[in-house]
């Protein structure tokens, strides 16, 4: 694969410490995309040995609005199923950029590792002294060791060392969309973090016509119904939580968004600072980024202050722990105490229903669009990179121009023939 | 056949029109191409790697990379050229001592070609200070020294430089506009620019033949010091000059003809090294070990951890960009933007090794590159956390530096050993 790709995919065995390289071939992305098209293929040939398989989306990364997603797929040990959550922030497009556009990690080490992703390089290292810190910890330990704030880390935390089935892989210090306990699987497999860092790039086929398309698409979203929306209390609007607002604003930083998405998905809440600094603060631990809308709404329901909402998101992701499976067994046992809350993570046990019951993460939800709608567009987004977020709002991502701009990407006669294919494949 | 006046030209032609593709220039029969040494030991800066930039792109790979003990010994005699880049003179000329003067006096009087850019071109004009009045070669004055210093406007760090009892003041930066003098080698462009970092605006003595004189700046060009005495000093002054000194001649260049993203004085840079390349060829065999081939699984090892260290050294390069440190080196300022200078020439290169699936290196040749790329990533990495923790980081970036010029000269020695080897390059 010449355009848009690295060409490469490791299949990385934590237990013998193998890692082999294959190319990323041409028929491949011809028969299933990209994205959750192939990690879904690779999860199928590596099944027997219970693989985790990272994965880009064909456009991640890219000029393309909104093209910040890749993608986890593995079995969900709450659910079962074979799923896929997503990774945002930055770390999607880090991925894209590092040199592989796939990973199958399979096996299980027999000490703890951690993987360092950089310039087509896949290294498995010790990590005797990250397992047992907490995921700020680790983050800042791995980030310090190889001397770069800008690498990007899947790690976990005690939940996901303990093999909780609650336990969520973390972006660098906050909650992903992880609502399928892949963090547990890391745990199982002594796999406490992947850092990655990308400094690569990408060749397009026929790049001023592909600009010029992404130019077009991001002019029809300035002027399109996303235009102006902004932090995670304009998603809980979406779903009818307008008044979630008011409750979060005495505390709301700033909006932040993930690579290249038009709409900030995430809010920074100071918590320990005022939020209305604009210098740089010298508290260490000044707030916590809302990633999430589901928790903040079901605590909230609970009667929480804004404040304790955000203690215990921000204790659950030090912990890495899924903050709506806490929130929702708090719900359930009648938590209210945000003490009680935090000191009851080591104990939690599901099921919880916050895993959903689709082969995709629920943690995408805005508005309320049919199952059938919001599956085909998740599958989408995952298989293109898209923001699932953002996608769900930005019906100007249509699926005929995203093939249309795959094709001027690639060189390749990308269908939607094909594409109704590997969603029916994904999704089936 | 030898080079010969009419002929020159057309291997000068022949280099030139391949410097934007990248591919070397076939080798016709006979050809004579160059062997060039290129100073890189105490008081050069990076800049004698735009040098290895140029000269790779017109293809001549039969390249050795001096340090001030190679030009002491025998390390001149089987050079038709040597390149004297940019840094710090006054270190240059102490390094080198009487042994290095009378070894380049007898290089160059027995036909050699002495190019200096820069401080190399400071090198042999006559001065009356300790160590550099051992290289009185060019009867040339430099038109920025003065005892008494205007007031800087801004750069004051690299405004000037002591001498003796007198100063070197740079009136100006980066891009000047620069005449020829229309007669050969010159004669193909009347005028054009070219970067100045500090090299001598000269005014030749009777038997110097000036090929340039500066007669213009640019909307580059950033000012120093007041306009009109930067005008003074600077335009109408030598910028190029050639001098006979026995059968040999140096080239003087104030401004840096060789930097990489000047093609015009690139092509005039070449057109002149090859106009006075001495006519015989020296017979002086390579008294070195025999090199080893290594190809195949082994090639793509070590080409594997030689990427690998210097990915890791690259990524903490790139973090250390955003923080405002710099460093006095001898007479030299270094920004952290100074480390890629060194890292990135390397980098690319790797991929090309990749690609030939085959090296050329000295016994013991790969161990020592290893060990510099190690070493300079965990220097790297030390400097970026006594940064974070407030600790004085000048002997660590002393030693960075060091370590990187020792990476880089061992990379690039067996980078032009491999390239010779598969574009041979006929010596008759």
């Given at each position: ?20 390289e ?33 994965g ?8 393309v ?25 930055d ?11 796939y ?13 360092w992703?950089?310039?087509g ?30 690498i ?147 605590l ?66 805005v ?23 953002f ?6 991502l ?25 969603i ?5 | ?27 016709r ?29 017109i ?6 990379f ?20 940019g ?40 001065s ?30 690299k ?67 007041d ?35 000047f ?15 001495r ?18 699984e ?31 080196i ?5 920004e ?64 960075t ?27 008759p």
């Open positions: 694969m010449e355009y848009l790709a690295s060409n490469k995919i490791a299949i990385i065995d934590l237990a013998t410490r193998d890692i082999i294959e190319e990323l071939e041409d028929d491949l992305v011809l028969e299933k995309i990209g994205g959750v098209g192939i990690t879904k293929s690779l999860y199928d040939r590596f099944a027997d040995e219970n693989p985790i398989v990272l880009t989306g064909l456009l991640t990364g890219s000029l609005p909104g093209s910040a997603l890749s993608v986890i797929t593995a079995k969900s040990p709450s659910t079962g199923r074979v799923s896929h959550v997503p990774l945002t922030l770390a999607g497009m880090e991925l894209k950029y590092s040199g592989f556009d990973m199958v990690i399979k096996g299980a080490a027999d000490k703890p590792v951690y993987l992703v950089h310039d390089i896949a290294d498995l290292n010790d990590a005797e002294d990250l397992w047992g810190k907490d995921v700020w910890a680790a983050t800042d330990r791995i980030r310090d060791l190889m001397g770069d704030d800008l990007q880390v899947l790690g976990i935390g005690e939940a996901g060392e303990k093999g909780s089935d609650l336990a969520q892989i973390s972006i660098n210090y906050w909650q992903s969309g992880d609502r399928m306990g892949f963090g547990s699987l890391f745990g199982k497999k002594r796999l406490k973090l992947i850092a990655i860092r990308g400094m690569g790039l990408l060749e397009i086929a026929e790049p001023e016509e592909f600009v010029e398309h992404c130019a077009g698409l991001l002019s029809a979203l300035k002027s399109g119904k996303t235009s102006g929306m902004k932090g995670i209390a304009t998603m809980a609007a979406a779903m009818g939580e307008a008044d979630i607002e008011g409750w979060l604003k005495p505390l709301t930083h700033k909006h932040m968004a993930c690579f290249n998405t038009p709409v900030p998905t995430n809010t920074f809440v100071f918590l320990d600072e005022d939020p209305a600094l604009l210098k740089e603060t010298s508290v260490a631990e000044p707030g916590f980024l809302l990633t999430d809308i589901s928790p903040l709404l079901t909230k329901r609970l009667g929480l202050t804004a404040a304790d909402t955000c203690r215990i998101l921000k204790a659950c992701a030090k912990y890495g722990m899924d903050g709506a499976a806490v929130a929702e067994l708090s719900e359930k046992t009648g938590l209210k105490d945000p003490e009680a809350i935090k000191g009851s993570l080591p104990n939690l046990k599901g099921p919880v229903s916050s895993s959903g019951n689709a082969v995709f993460s629920p943690w995408a939800a508005g309320n669009q049919e199952p059938k709608t919001w599956m085909r567009r998740e599958a989408v987004a995952y298989i293109f990179g898209l923001h699932p977020i996608a769900l709002m930005a019906p100007e249509t699926e005929e121009k995203l093939l249309e701009i795959s094709s001027l990407g690639t060189e390749l006669e990308l269908t939607s023939e094909t594409l109704d294919e590997v029916a494949d994904i999704t089936g | 056949m030898l080079i010969s006046p009419g002929n020159r030209g057309v291997l000068a032609s022949c280099a030139v029109s391949v410097m934007n593709n990248n591919e070397p220039c076939k080798v029969e006979g050809r004579r191409y160059p062997r060039i040494g290129i100073y890189t030991g105490q008081g050069a800066s990076h800049s004698w790697l735009w040098f290895v930039e140029v000269f790779d792109r293809g001549f790979f039969d390249i050795a001096l340090t001030e003990t190679h030009i002491r010994g025998q390390g001149l005699d089987r050079c038709d050229v040597l390149a004297m880049s840094g710090d003179t006054f270190a240059i000329a102490k390094a080198l001592g009487p042994e290095g003067a009378d070894s380049l006096t007898r290089f160059i009087t027995h036909g050699g070609l002495y190019i200096g850019s820069c401080a190399g071109a400071y090198l042999p004009l006559h009356s200070k300790e160590h550099l009045n051992l290289f009185n070669f060019v009867p040339a004055k430099i038109a920025n020294l003065t005892r008494t210093l205007p007031e800087p406007q801004r750069l004051r760090e405004f000037c430089t002591a001498y003796g009892c007198s100063f070197i003041f740079h009136p100006v930066r980066e891009a000047v506009r620069v005449g020829t003098n229309g007669f050969p080698p010159f004669k193909q462009a009347p005028s054009l620019n070219a970067p100045l970092y500090g090299g001598p605006p000269m005014i030749a003595g009777d038997s110097a033949q000036v090929l340039a004189v500066y007669s213009g700046f640019t909307e580059k060009t950033v000012f120093l010091v306009e009109q005495l930067a005008a003074d000093t600077v335009l109408g002054k030598a910028a190029v000059i050639r001098q006979k000194m026995g059968r040999g001649h140096l080239h003087l260049y104030g401004p840096h003809f060789e930097h990489p993203r093609t015009m004085a690139n092509q005039l840079l070449a057109d002149a090294m090859l106009w006075d390349l006519r015989d060829p020296v017979q002086v065999g390579d008294n070195t070990s025999d090199p080893v081939l290594l190809s195949g082994d090639c793509r090892n070590l080409l594997r951890d030689i990427k690998r260290e210097m990915s890791n050294s690259r990524v903490v390069a790139v973090g250390l960009e955003t923080l405002p440190v710099q460093w006095k001898g007479n030299k300022v270094y952290t933007a100074k480390i890629r200078e060194f890292i990135e020439p390397v980098w690319q290169r790797i991929r090309r090794l990749e690609k030939l699936n085959q090296l050329i290196l000295l016994p013991g040749q790969a161990s020592r590159l290893l060990q510099a790329a190690s070493k300079t990533t965990r220097l790297l990495r030390k400097i970026k956390g006594d940064t974070n923790r407030g600790v004085d980081t000048l002997p660590a970036a002393r030693n530096f060091e370590a990187l010029n020792l990476l880089s000269t061992l990379f690039l020695d067996i980078y032009f050993r491999t390239r010779l080897n598969s574009f041979p390059q006929t010596h």
